[in-house]
């Protein structure tokens, strides 16, 4: 078990020894540990060599923080727990900077103070912090944005629809009424949009969800009757019954994987988008798919981070991410699969029952 552990697992004497070292401990410090008796300033040099020059981690390098902590654990007989270090080292002539977690525990055996120190790397954990801090960086800038474009965009539309009322109320022919309430409700759902787009990108964790049944026909319909795509899209939706969901809400998530899906057949001869629906035990599916070029493979893992854009000239980095967080408050999930020169498919799952 000691052998096989991940971690660089030492034990060590009150006189500084190495007693035991295993597979990890050997692999990462090198041959020197199979000298018997080998003492931890001379592991501190086998560390001190592998160090880069000039690294700029001099302050903070880990061999100086072993020797520290291990030097502490001893003399107090208290263990020393998650210290972090930075150590730079040398293979095969390149130099990679790795972070360190190190842990110090002491104990006695046969009247004999000893300590098994243990390093762990946690460069991952580090990468993913820093990710999770750039997202959230990002989140609060599109917030700001986002919140400053609203207040902006808000005033106009309110005064369109105020028109708009006073306009259907002072006319006699009944197709012109007809299309009045037609624009009003554009613009209700327009105001639905804005709030949605401001909820999400407060960075609030939960989304109030306004439940309501609703078919997946008539949710899809009333998608395509304010969006109407340039290319053609193709209909299956196989599962009639209602379901229950946050139904402006979710009209955002269809409107931004359609409008996905068209943008990407833009140089895509034949372009055609597919909806799809179905049932399986307890969750409903719909899919929205395209025989476009497909997702680059390097980029697929940051597809819905807040920011990300691939690269759109008017993206926001935002309706994916926000797609995301309104399926999962739901309780469903979101996910596409992806193959280069033959198209995208998004999948949103739901639960029949609301959440």
Request: charged letters at 25%; proline letters at 4%; hydrophobic letters at 40%.
């Amino acid at each position: 078990m000691f052998e096989v552990l991940p971690e660089v697992v030492l034990v060590v004497d009150s006189e500084r020894r190495v007693l035991a070292a295993n597979r990890a401990a050997r692999e990462f410090v090198g041959a020197a540990l199979h000298q018997s008796n080998l003492k931890t300033g001379e592991l501190l040099t086998c560390l001190h060599s592998k160090r880069a020059g000039g690294c700029g981690y001099s302050s903070f390098c880990s061999f100086c923080s072993i020797k520290t902590t291990l030097e502490e654990c001893l003399k107090s007989g208290e263990p020393v727990f998650n210290r972090e270090a930075i150590m730079a080292l040398e293979k095969e002539e390149a130099v990679s900077v790795i972070n360190v977690l190190i842990n110090c525990l002491p104990f006695e055996l046969s009247e004999q103070k000893m300590a098994v120190l243990t390093l762990s790397d946690i460069t991952d954990l580090k990468a993913m912090e820093r990710e999770r801090y750039e997202q959230m960086e990002r989140l609060s800038l599109i917030g700001s944005l986002a919140a400053s474009l609203i207040h902006d965009l808000k005033n106009p539309l309110t005064g369109v629809s105020g028109f708009l009322d006073l306009l259907r109320s002072r006319l006699s022919d009944e197709d012109t009424r007809k299309i009045c309430q037609k624009m009003e409700g554009a613009l209700d759902r327009a105001f639905q949009v804005i709030d949605n787009i401001l909820l999400v990108a407060s960075g609030k964790e939960d989304v109030p969800l306004d439940i309501a049944p609703i078919r997946v026909d008539q949710l899809v319909g009333s998608v395509l009757e304010d969006f109407r795509p340039l290319h053609p899209v193709s209909l299956f939706l196989d599962y009639p019954d209602e379901i229950s969901v946050d139904v402006g809400k979710m009209r955002q998530v269809l409107w931004n994987l359609i409008k996905n899906a068209d943008e990407a057949l833009a140089e895509t001869l034949d372009g055609q988008i597919t909806i799809l629906s179905w049932a399986s035990q307890d969750t409903v599916t719909i899919c929205v798919a395209d025989n476009g070029p497909g997702i680059p493979p390097e980029v697929r893992d940051r597809l819905f981070l807040p920011g990300y854009t691939r690269g759109k000239e008017n993206g926001r980095g935002f309706g994916l991410f926000g797609s995301k967080k309104i399926v999962e408050a739901h309780g469903g999930r979101i996910w596409f699969e992806s193959v280069c020169g033959q198209g995208t498919k998004f999948f949103v799952q739901l639960p029949l029952k609301s959440t």
